[in-house]
C-alpha cells in the first residue's frame, strides 16, 4: 500500500480553475493505478478521473471530459487533477486513491479495484 495526501482544494468561482496534488509515499507509487473519486453532500462517491500506470491509459467520467486532466510525475510520486472550467455541479470532496494490485487498469475502474485512500480535499465552486 501507499500512503497519499491531498492539496490543493479549496474555493473557486465558477469558470475558475484549480489543481489538486497528491503526494504518495511508498516503493509502490510508479506500479499504482491512480484514481481521483468526488462525493458530494447527500451522493454516492464517484469515480473522476483515473490513470494506468501500465499503459498510460486514462479514464474519464462523462461530466469532466474536456474540462479535467489527470497527470502523474513519478520522479516526484506525485498524481495530479488539473480542473478548468469549474462549475458549482463540481463541489465535493476529492478523493486520491491508488491500486497497488493490478497491473492493467478496468475499462471503467470501481472504488473497490482501489486499496489505498487519501484523507481528502474540500473543493467548493461558487456561482
Known amino acids: 500500500q501507499v500512503q497519499l495526501v491531498e492539496s490543493g482544494g479549496g474555493l473557486v468561482q465558477a469558470g475558475g480553475s484549480l489543481r489538486l496534488s497528491c503526494a504518495a509515499s511508498?516503493?509502490?507509487?510508479?506500479?499504482?493505478?491512480m484514481g481521483w473519486f468526488r462525493q458530494a453532500p447527500g451522493k454516492e462517491r464517484e469515480l473522476v478521473a483515473a490513470?494506468?500506470?501500465?499503459?498510460?491509459?486514462?479514464y474519464y467520467t462523462d461530466s469532466v471530459k474536456g474540462r479535467f486532466t489527470i497527470s502523474r510525475d513519478n520522479a516526484k510520486n506525485t498524481v495530479y487533477l488539473q480542473m478548468n472550467s469549474l462549475t458549482p455541479d463540481d463541489t465535493a470532496v476529492y478523493y486520491c486513491?491508488?491500486?497497488?494490485?493490478?497491473?492493467?487498469?478496468?475499462?471503467?475502474?470501481?472504488?473497490?479495484?482501489?486499496?489505498?485512500w487519501g484523507q481528502g480535499t474540500q473543493v467548493t465552486v461558487s456561482s
Open positions: 486513491a491508488a491500486d497497488t494490485t493490478h497491473c492493467y487498469m478496468s475499462p471503467i475502474p470501481s472504488g473497490s479495484d482501489f486499496n489505498s
Open positions: 511508498g516503493r509502490t507509487f510508479t506500479k499504482s493505478n
Open positions: 490513470d494506468s500506470w501500465s499503459n498510460g491509459r486514462k
